[in-house]
């Protein structure tokens, strides 16, 4: 269970950037999650009601983006989902080794007020 520290590095992002902005609120927060991350959002959401309580960005709306796994086929140049951990291209079989997206875990917005 990773989601308490995760969770804590992203408030502290969102706290940062709430001060420099002089915000009386935050009232959203964009979330970019990565399949592959292993995360899981509602935890995030449980452990966020904790970290933020008592301040500026205490009961914000979190918005999860997912992303899925994609990988890119070598030979091919196919761009394709990995589920069940299966690297093979649909298109020609080979196994791709490049993971191109899915372990994104980051703040892309906030909205404050
Ligand atoms: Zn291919």
Redesign the pocket.
Same mark, same amino acid.
């Given at each position: 269970m990773h989601e308490l520290g995760v969770t804590e590095s992203i408030a502290g992002i969102v706290l940062r950037h709430a001060r420099m902005n002089g915000a009386k609120r935050v009232l959203k927060v964009n979330i970019k999650l990565g399949e592959l991350t292993g995360i899981v959002d509602h935890y995030v959401a449980f452990y966020w009601d904790m970290v933020t309580k008592d301040t500026v960005a205490e009961g914000a709306e979190l918005n999860f983006i997912k992303v899925p796994t994609m990988a890119r $086929?070598a !030979? $091919?140049e &196919?761009d394709f989902h990995i589920q069940e951990y299966d690297l093979t $291209?649909p !298109? $020609?079989g &080979?196994i791709a080794s490049d993971i191109v997206s899915g372990r994104e875990f980051l703040v892309e917005s906030i909205e404050i007020e």
């Open positions: $086929c !030979r $091919c &196919e $291209c !298109r $020609c &080979e």
